[in-house]
C-alpha cells in the first residue's frame, strides 16, 4: 500500500532573486561594515548576489574580523567560509557523473557553452549556471574557480 501525503503538492517554490549592490551595501553596514562601492564590486566579481553567499560572507568577515582581501584569497579553498557549500555541489555533482562532465565543460569553456535542455535545468536548478541567450556559463567566479579544478580530479 502506497501512502500519500496529504500536504502533497501544497505550496509554492519562491525563487530568491540575486542581490544588487545596493542592496549588499545595505547588508553589509547592518553588520557593521563600512563598505563602499569597491568593496561590493569586488565581492559580486566574486559570487554575484547569490542571497546564501551574500550572508555567508558578511557573517564572515564580522565574526572572524579578516579582510575582505584576505576572504577573496581563500574563497574557492578548503578553509574558506563557502567550503561546505562548496562540497555540498561537489557531492551532488559526484552522485551524476554525466551531469558533473556537463559542468566541467562549462567551468573549463573560455567562453559560454550550449546545453541541452535537460542539463541545463538541473545545473541551473542547482544555481551552478546562468543563461545569456541560448548558451551557459558559471553563475559566479567562485564557482568557476573551484570547480575548474575539483571537477578535473573526477
Not at 502506497?2 to 549592490?21: D, K, T
Not at 561594515?33 to 568593496?39: A, I
Not at 550572508?55 to 578548503?78: D, G, H, M, N
Request: with cysteine; charged share 20%.
Amino acid at each position: 500500500m502506497f501512502v500519500q501525503s496529504p500536504i502533497q503538492g501544497v505550496g509554492r517554490i519562491i525563487a530568491l532573486e540575486e542581490f544588487n549592490r545596493e542592496q549588499i551595501i545595505e547588508l553589509a553596514r547592518r553588520y557593521e561594515l563600512n563598505w563602499v562601492r569597491t568593496e561590493v564590486e569586488q565581492l559580486m566579481n566574486l559570487i554575484g548576489g547569490h542571497p546564501h553567499l551574500v550572508r555567508l560572507t558578511l557573517y564572515y568577515l564580522k565574526c572572524e574580523q579578516v579582510s575582505l582581501e584576505k576572504l577573496l584569497q581563500i574563497a574557492p579553498k578548503e578553509v574558506s567560509p563557502f567550503s561546505n557549500h562548496l562540497r555540498q555541489h561537489l557531492w551532488n555533482l559526484q552522485q551524476h557523473p554525466e551531469l558533473a562532465a556537463t559542468f566541467s565543460n562549462v567551468v573549463t569553456a573560455n567562453a559560454p557553452v550550449r546545453l541541452r535542455s535537460h542539463e541545463a535545468f538541473k545545473l541551473q536548478s542547482m544555481g551552478l549556471v546562468k543563461t545569456q541567450s541560448d548558451d551557459w556559463s558559471p553563475s559566479c567566479n567562485l564557482y568557476h574557480q573551484y570547480f575548474s579544478s575539483q571537477l578535473g580530479e573526477i
